[in-house]
């Protein structure tokens, strides 16, 4: 072969390298900036949060967010141990923390999300002091939600508690009205609303079931234990401090991602990434 050729050769080799390079060295790279969210079944209000999200997470970061749904509590946690998704965002720290413990997991919180606080609802009563003796409450089934809605009973003036993080219906030592605490999933509290007195129903569920302010006639308060019910976006323990992960972190606690949830939930859902629970 002459020099020349030799040259010519050389130079269409070392063409065809690079775009072979450049192209699947772009397509890894895409596939290195995509996150896929495990969340819980949607409302509109959560879809109109979730594109600000998306929009943040690609236009400061070059993070493709995808989402994965699911319809109870039980899912997403399995889903992200088993690797169908690569952090979640549907828990607080009390969920997460018993999840862990029950399950032997190793789940880590990454970053706060909002604090939604919860209610208790009837379609029966209009204050606290309505409720008559014998009469039904239905609470969430799972312990870290059992023990929050038992609390906001107690906060309520309705029951007395033992001391503890995670209590349940046992740990009740004063009933005064003889109410009947009847446990049921939490995705099924909103929808008994109509066979039972009162219900303390999740802010996601009863956006879901469109249950109105109105119905709401108690509001868990703000106080020095709250910071257990802030709602967390979580990865496995090995992968927290990617900088993929920490990167989508950012991008939800932005100003645009404030704004957005104010728009759409109003007070329901309160950021909590910069708020003090002292």
Same mark, same amino acid.
């Not at 079944?41 to 967010?65: L, M």
């Not at 049921?184 to 469109?210: C, E, M, P």
């Not at 993929?244 to 309160?270: C, E, P, R």
């Given at each position: 072969?002459?020099?020349? !050729? ?18 699947? /060295? ?29 929009? *943040? ?20 946690? !399995? ?11 549907? *828990?607080?720290?009390?969920? @997460? ?22 209610? #208790? ?12 003796? /014998? ?21 309520? /003036?309705?029951? &007395? @508690?033992?001391?503890?993080? #995670? ?11 003889? @109410?009947?605490?009847?446990? #049921?999933?939490? &995705? ?22 469109? +249950? ?31 900088? +993929? ?9 932005? &100003?645009?991602? !404030? ?6 939930? /109003? ?12």
């Amino acid at each position: 072969m002459s020099k020349k !050729k030799w040259i010519i050769s050389g130079i269409a080799i070392v063409a065809v390298a690079a775009a072979a390079y450049f192209s699947f /060295g772009s397509h890894g790279s895409s596939e290195d900036k995509t996150i896929t969210v495990g969340r819980m079944s949607a409302t509109k209000q959560d879809d109109e949060v979730w594109d600000v999200i998306k929009k *943040q997470a690609k236009d400061k970061y070059g993070i493709n967010v995808k989402f994965k749904y699911f319809t109870d509590y039980s899912q997403p946690n !399995k889903a992200l141990t088993s690797g169908d998704v690569d952090v979640n965002a549907f *828990q607080h720290y009390a969920f @997460l923390n018993a999840y862990n413990k029950k399950n032997g997991t190793d789940i880590k919180a990454i970053g706060k999300t909002v604090i939604s606080p919860i209610h #208790l609802y009837s379609t029966q009563y209009k204050s606290v002091s309505d409720f008559q003796n /014998g009469d039904t409450i239905v609470v969430p089934n799972d312990p870290s939600n059992e023990s929050r809605a038992l609390k906001v009973l107690k906060y309520a /003036g309705l029951i &007395d @508690l033992k001391d503890g993080d #995670l209590v349940t219906v046992k740990d009740i030592t004063k009933n005064p009205k003889n @109410l009947t605490i009847k446990e #049921l999933s939490a &995705d099924q509290t909103a929808r008994s609303i109509n066979d039972v007195q009162g219900a303390v129903v999740n802010q996601n569920y009863a956006s879901t079931a469109k +249950l109105s302010e109105k119905q709401a006639i108690f509001t868990e308060p703000f106080n020095k234990d709250s910071e257990q019910w802030v709602n967390i976006i979580a990865a496995n323990k090995k992968d927290a401090n990617k900088k +993929l992960y920490k990167d989508f972190v950012k991008a939800y606690q932005s &100003d645009a991602v !404030k704004k957005a949830i104010k728009k759409a939930y /109003g007070d329901a859902s309160i950021p909590a990434w910069d708020r003090s629970f002292n």
